[in-house]
């Protein structure tokens, strides 16, 4: 079931996704949403960002090909770092190249986890038990802030470098999912979360352990192999592109890039 937060007309809320029409919803995302009789057409509908966390999770360097390509060593347990709610954007909002690192900003195609029940400690036989579905997510990341830094979260955490969408998918096989991100067109990465280092029932139990996971709670699960910054020559976000995550059994998430108008 592919689930849709929109806008239409002064409406705001959520639908599930029925080929181009959307079948408009009531109740609460977590607690079960029902059908109504109403039917929009989706090219009359505005997709928003389909959740607000109340906190956004992330790992790095959990596919093997990208940490080969890093030349860093893959991780024995997983790497955590957050970003800030404040950097939710939805489908085809733009990315904002900000003033303060506008020529090192990459991306990075990942598959986000969305929590859907409050869970503590719990095992990962029973993680996916708390999951409410899939979406599309880019990691977006500031190079210069992140390794000028040395710790992640100021590269990481600009308005606009979390867009996410353009469904939650709440049927999908986590651990068999192609992942690709493409550039104007072209293909930049293109990998499978077979390549995950830690697969999503890891991920959600060991952050299980760590901190209380709220409903709602975003967790993205770090990025394959093909990131802009270890190309050579290095490729970085540009005002006008077109950047796209598609996550087969999600769809694509298309976001176009601008300057901050400072």
């Known amino acids: 079931m592919k689930i849709v937060r929109f806008r239409h007309g002064d409406f705001v809320g ?7 029409r959307i079948v408009e919803t009531e109740g609460d995302l977590f607690d079960g949403l ?9 090219a009359e509908a505005l997709l928003l960002a389909p959740v607000d966390p109340p906190n956004i999770f992330c790992l790095g360097l959990n596919y093997r090909h990208h940490a080969a390509e890093t030349g860093i060593q893959a991780p024995d347990q997983p790497r955590l770092f957050l970003k800030t709610t404040t950097a939710i954007i939805g489908p085809e909002q733009s990315i904002v190249l900000p003033a303060m690192d506008r020529d090192t900003v990459d991306y990075e195609a990942e598959l986000a986890i969305v929590i859907g029940k409050q869970t503590k400690n719990v ?5 996916l038990d708390y999951v409410l579905g899939y979406t599309c997510a880019n990691d977006v990341s500031a190079r210069s802030c992140q390794f000028s830094d040395k710790q992640w979260a100021r590269g990481k955490s600009f308005d606009t470098f979390c867009p996410i969408g353009p469904v939650i998918e709440t049927q999908l096989d ?8 493409r550039l104007n067109g072209k293909t930049m990465q293109d990998s499978n979360t077979s390549d995950m280092i830690f697969n999503c029932r890891a991920v959600v139990s060991y952050l299980s352990r760590c901190a209380t996971l709220l409903p709602g709670t975003l967790i993205l699960t770090g990025t394959p192999s093909g990131v802009g910054f270890v190309r050579k020559p290095p490729v970085y976000l540009r005002p006008s592109d077109i950047v796209e995550v598609e996550i087969e059994g999600i769809g694509i998430l298309t976001n176009p890039v601008e300057a901050e108008r400072t």
């Open 174 to 181: 986590p651990d068999n999912a192609p992942v690709r991100c």
């Open 14 to 20: 959520y639908g599930f996704l029925e080929g181009d």
């Open 123 to 127: 095992s990962e036989k029973n993680a």
């Open 34 to 42: 029902k059908p109504t009789s109403l039917r929009i057409p989706l």
